[in-house]
């Protein structure tokens, strides 16, 4: 993965640029530290979590029915995979392509930290409002990406790791994210990163491809 090159960070607050910096210095990958700068950009903070209200009941419903088909088979996938979720005490969600949280599931703390958070269905999750994390980053650069820690923008969410891959169709247009998220201990090794993320990339692509299908279907009939 690419390194950030050292360089003049953007202007802030005295506290934030010191924290920016000693990012920098740590030498985190160029995509970490460009999410970074946006969200400093967007005047976020790293030291307080603005969460706005999830968005009214009505709304939510609408995006629910805009995006059915995605959430009914994260649903369908997840049943098979909640006992594992639940062993390595871990949860996952999927958004919309706005980065609404649209359905989640998991192990009951991790579930409480995202409570925390205010990371719930109806929330949003996108880096104007949560910062650098996993599922915010996939959006952006429709990749799949993992985020460790303190490479989490804000303060309140380095306790996590978290490992996100877009959904993508045919035609690479967003439909949407899959996140798996747990909290971060220096005993994880690289091969439970690796796993989280390859787990989180097999769930978008098995929902890519029921779209794909679905849709092709759809576009020819069977005529008996």
């Known amino acids: 993965m690419?390194?950030?090159n050292h360089g003049a960070l953007l202007p802030g607050d005295p506290v934030s640029r010191d924290?920016?910096?000693?990012?920098?210095?740590r030498g985190f990958e160029s995509r970490i530290l460009d999410s970074w700068k946006r969200c400093s950009q967007a005047g976020l903070s790293p030291f307080e979590?603005?969460?706005?209200?999830?968005?009214?009941?009505h709304k939510f419903k609408k995006r629910i029915e805009q995006s059915l088909e995605i959430v009914e088979l994260f649903q369908f996938y997840m049943r098979r995979f909640s006992g594992m979720l639940e062993q390595l005490g871990a949860c996952s969600f999927v958004c919309d392509i706005d980065g609404y949280i649209l359905s989640r599931v998991g192990y009951g703390k991790a579930l409480n930290f995202f409570d925390n958070v205010s990371l719930f269905e109806g929330s949003n999750c996108i880096e104007d409002f949560l910062g650098t994390s996993a599922p915010g980053l996939a959006l952006v650069t429709r990749e799949p990406v993992m985020v460790t820690a303190d490479e989490h923008y804000m303060k309140v969410c380095h306790p996590a790791f978290c490992a996100a891959s877009p959904i993508l169709d045919a035609n690479r247009n967003l439909l949407g994210c899959v996140d798996i998220t747990k909290f971060f201990d220096h005993h994880i090794s690289e091969?439970?990163?690796?796993h989280l993320l390859n787990l989180a990339i097999s769930l978008s692509d098995m929902i890519r491809n029921e779209v794909f299908l679905s849709r092709l279907a759809?576009?020819?009939?069977v005529h008996y």
Do not use: C, D, M, V
Not at 19 to 25: F, I, P, T
Not at 49 to 57: L, S
Not at 191 to 194: G, I
């Open 191 to 194: 091969e439970l990163r690796n």
């Open 49 to 57: 979590r603005f969460a706005p209200p999830p968005i009214e009941t």
């Open 218 to 221: 759809k576009s020819y009939p």
């Open 2 to 4: 690419a390194k950030a």
């Open 19 to 25: 924290y920016l910096q000693r990012g920098l210095e």
